[in-house]
C-alpha cells in the first residue's frame, strides 16, 4: 500500500543517519519503488486490465530480489521460506482470476 513507500523511505532515512555503514540500505529504498509498483498493479486489477496481473507478478519478484540482502543473514533455509511465501501471493492471483481471464482487457 502507500503506506509502505512512506515507511519505506522512513526506515532508509533512519539506517542512513543511524546504523552501521556496512549494512546494506539501498533495498528499503527499493521497497518503497516496489511498493509503488505494487500499488500501480492494483488498480490496474481493479479495472480488470491484464497488464495489473503481469506488473503484480513482476512487483513480487522484484521485492524477493530486493529482500535478498536483507534476509540473507538468515540462511539458506530462511530465504527458501521468504521465498516460498513471497510467490505465494502471485500464484494465488493467477489461480483466482485464470478462469475469469477473458474479461480482463
Request: charged content about 10%.
Amino acid at each position: 500500500s502507500i503506506f509502505l513507500v512512506f515507511d519505506n523511505i522512513r526506515t532508509y532515512l533512519d539506517l542512513v543517519l543511524h546504523s552501521d555503514p556496512r549494512f546494506p540500505h539501498w533495498p528499503f529504498l527499493a521497497f518503497a519503488i516496489v511498493a509503488v509498483i505494487t500499488f500501480i498493479s492494483v488498480v490496474g486489477l481493479w479495472f480488470w486490465k491484464k497488464w495489473g496481473i503481469s506488473l503484480f507478478i513482476i512487483s513480487k519478484i522484484l521485492g524477493l530480489i530486493v529482500a535478498i540482502p536483507v534476509i540473507n543473514s538468515g540462511g539458506f533455509g530462511f530465504l527458501l521460506r521468504w521465498f516460498i511465501i513471497g510467490l505465494l501471493g502471485p500464484v494465488i492471483l493467477v489461480v483466482l482470476v485464470s478462469r475469469k481471464w477473458h474479461h480482463f482487457d
